[in-house]
């Protein structure tokens, strides 16, 4: 009986291995061609889920500019190849706990599930199966059509409409049953499934590769030979060793808590200081190292109420402080409102309303022109700004700053409220801005002693007005009549007269009963030069007056300029035609700019190239909802394009200029957008959780040869607020190594694509804090 059964089990085991082979021959087969018909890039193209509210109407369109071909603008880019579009994961609902004032702002929720939808709509699965094996014709069809939709021509006028044919390919690895889920669901809701990857023929990204230095100069150069010639030495930056990205997260175990700033909370370097006779404790002292742990955030923290509503309220969890509240309630600062701090848009000046006070300005000397001649304004001791967030009726753009001292939070509640703002002191350094750039200068009642000591601080801003602009000063000394007011104003009148300042309007305020003194800074030598006493003395030819970065102040005047390929010799046109005016110093110059052309040349083609991937890709293509972006920040700003192409927009830009780049602040300031100087291997002046979107072109590789990318990543998470976007064009292996970043801190990966050795990646931050604390620092 054993042999019968022995033969049984042989003849059916033959038969199972026969038909294992079949099959696992005609999977092999199948599994070569779903290979062949598919193309892997190195870096993923993916979106934020695709049942987002946000996302649903948002692909990128056909002309979209996220061109990211290696070369200047113009170039005519190579074929893009796509992998699917990839679930990112699935992150809390931050306008959970907004009450009814923003009820509307729903951009994180995600999209409530169709009615009708049906997953096992045995139609909707055959819909699917056709169009994938109708893919490669579908493919041919979209890239003959998007061929014949290319009628835009490149910044240098090359004509794309005959540029490579794209093909679009979707690859069948691992995440195809996610797309499938994808295009299902669409399917089924009765939406169009939609290509995601934009047409790269029109797309462009600068190839910041062949950038020019030769013909520009560096702030790192201008204030190391400035420094090297005050101090008869200059000490050099630490170098930090790289490191293999592995890290595990912990937040920060700081005194300052949730409102940490590593260079102006550095306690052992400020118990280190000899005096703080000139507010040194209040100036940048920065870790030699980095931090690489992320700071807490404050109990009950809500996404923050959008503009315009946030200039009058913000919420209080979000910056707990109520000192301001006591200390200066009755100037109506600002007040406690049930869960909101209020401003009811008062000032130490201006208690019964900003609004009046600027026009008290106006009318004391009409030239002021507030919104035209004047756009670009510096705000000393700013309190919460209120004097700049009620300037933008006026079309004036106000870079407002303070120091973080006992005035608790000022700054912050700037920031919050959605009003430009900086931490900073007027100490021992320069401030961090180019000379000649600012329209007019406004102190009201700042506290800072500017007749002092030969009047450094106010040669200080000197030096940052414009020739021609106007030194605003609203104190006490200019219409009071105690002794101590009484010595101030005739010290600073005679400091004024010396500096050949012209006291053009002294008046008086009835409604908020204060005074306001208006000086203008001269156009011309011809006062320097015929003065009795030289004194304050003027500055030495050599001495750089745009050299700012940690650069000691100096008790000197620095001479009008009068060569007309410098700037600060003309004023510029009325706002907004200077936005988009080529300086003056620029236009017939046979000076390189700093992608290649032609200096004139390479300002427009920036200005289009921003305007054309601001409005074809970035409002459009990324599934931003731009009614909740209000503090943006350009991290390496060149020209100003990516600001200018968000003028429309209700937003305001930090550019940032950084100090080993080509020193285009001026032309920036020119355009009547503002900015300033900054060494990204260190920590920015602002506090946490207080920009909404930060865009970095080309910045993260060329910081890699200076300091680890680590803390710079940190110091990312540390400015942008929970739910805020950071946007990255960069080298393909630095946007590999930022997203593997992004997903270690929690991070919703939006999209990441590639061309060549280009990429681009849009990340949003999300709620997640790690739960352990570091060491003390």
């Known amino acids: 009986m054993r042999g019968p059964r022995n033969d049984s089990r042989k003849n059916s085991s033959s038969y199972c291995s026969g038909v294992t082979i079949v099959l696992f021959v005609a999977l092999s087969l199948i599994g070569v061609w779903m290979l062949t018909s598919a193309t892997v890039v190195p870096v993923e193209f993916s979106l934020a889920d695709s049942n987002r509210s946000e996302n649903k109407d948002n692909n990128l369109p056909a002309d979209s500019a996220l061109d990211l071909s290696n070369g200047n603008p113009g170039n005519k880019p190579e074929e893009y190849k796509e992998k699917p579009v990839q679930q990112a994961q699935e992150e809390p609902n931050f306008n959970e706990d907004r009450d009814s004032l923003n009820s509307n702002s729903n951009n994180f929720e995600t999209e409530p599930t169709k009615e009708g939808g049906n997953s096992k709509d045995p139609n909707s699965v055959q819909r699917i199966n056709d169009e994938l094996a109708s893919e490669s014709t579908e493919k041919d069809e979209k890239s003959q059509e998007k061929k014949q939709e290319l009628e835009e021509t490149s910044p240098d006028g090359t004509d794309l409409s005959n540029s490579t044919e794209e093909s679009f390919e979707k690859t069948n690895d691992d995440q195809g049953s996610e797309n499938t889920k994808k295009e299902k669901k669409s399917e089924e809701a009765g939406e169009e499934v939609k290509e995601y990857l934009p047409d790269g023929a029109q797309a462009e990204l600068l190839n910041e590769t062949s950038t020019q230095t030769g013909s ?189 001292d006992e005035h608790e939070a000022q700054v912050q509640f700037a920031l919050e409220r959605g009003i430009p703002a900086i931490s900073a002191v007027m100490g021992t350094k320069r401030l961090p801005f180019p000379s000649a750039v600012f329209d007019a200068i406004h102190c009201a009642r700042c506290r800072v002693p500017w007749h002092i000591e030969g009047g450094k601080l106010l040669l200080e801003l000197n030096r940052l007005l414009r ?57 011309d030598n011809s006062c320097y030069e015929t003065r009795m006493e030289v004194d304050p003395p003027l500055c030495e030819d050599t001495d750089d007056p745009d050299a700012s970065w940690n650069v000691p102040l100096q008790t000197c005047m620095h001479k009008v300029p009068v060569n007309s390929t410098v700037h600060g010799t003309q004023w510029p046109q009325e706002w907004p035609q200077r936005l988009g005016e080529v300086p003056y110093w620029l236009k017939g110059s046979s000076r390189i700019g700093v992608y290649g052309k032609q200096a004139s040349d390479d300002f427009q083609s920036d200005y289009e190239h921003w305007r054309r991937v601001v409005s074809n890709s970035y409002q459009n293509g990324l599934g931003i909802d731009w009614s909740t972006v209000r503090n943006v920040m350009d991290m390496r700003a060149v020209y100003g394009g990516f600001a200018a192409a968000l003028r429309n927009m209700q937003v305001w830009v930090m550019n940032v200029v950084t100090t080993d780049s080509p020193d285009t602040l001026p032309i920036i300031y020119e355009r009547g957008l503002f900015g300033l100087y900054h060494d990204w291997c260190e920590s920015f002046s602002t506090y946490p959780r207080t920009y909404d979107l930060l865009h970095a072109d080309h910045l993260f590789s060329k910081l890699k040869p200076r300091c680890d990318l680590l803390p710079v990543i940190a110091e990312v998470d540390r400015i942008l607020r929970p739910g805020g976007k950071l946007i990255v064009r960069d080298k393909l292996e630095t946007i590999g190594e930022l997203e593997a970043m992004a997903r270690s801190l929690n991070w919703e990966v939006r999209m990441t694509y590639a061309k060549d050795t280009e990429g681009l990646l849009c990340v949003q931050k999300t709620m997640w804090r790690p739960t352990e604390y570091e060491a003390k620092m």
């Open 216 to 404: 520009w100069s560096t702030q790192d150069a201008e204030s190391k030979n400035e420094k090297e010639k005050i101090q008869g030495s200059n000490s050099n930056s630490l170098t930090i060793p790289k490191k293999e990205f592995s890290h595990s997260w912990k937040l920060c175990n700081a005194t300052a808590g949730a409102d940490y700033i590593p260079c102006l909370d550095n306690e052992k370097a400020i118990k280190k200081l000899r005096s703080t006779k000139h507010y040194e404790h209040r100036e940048r002292h920065c870790p030699e190292l980095g931090p690489t742990c992320l700071v807490a955030l404050p109990n009950g923290y809500r996404s923050p109420i959008k503009w315009p509503i946030s200039r009058d309220k913000i919420w209080y969890t979000n910056v707990p402080h109520t000192q301001l509240v006591q200390y200066k309630g009755h100037q109506n600062w600002l007040k406690v409102s049930g869960e909101y701090l209020t401003f009811p848009g008062g000032g130490t000046q201006f208690k019964h309303g900003v609004t009046h006070y600027i026009e008290v300005i106006q009318a004391a000397h009409s030239d002021i022109a507030w919104g035209k001649r004047t756009r670009v304004i510096l705000d000393v001791g700013c309190g919460v700004a209120s004097f700049g967030g009620y300037l933008f009726d006026k079309d004036v753009l106000t870079m407002s700053f303070a120091p973080k």
């Open 467 to 523: 020739p021609g602009g106007y030194f605003i000063w609203s104190a006490t000394p200019v219409y009071q009549k105690l002794p101590e007011d009484v010595e101030i104003w005739k010290a600073m009148s005679a400091l004024t007269k010396s500096m050949c300042w012209d006291m053009v309007s002294r008046t008086k305020d009835k409604v908020n009963g204060v005074g306001v003194a208006i000086f203008q800074k001269p156009t």
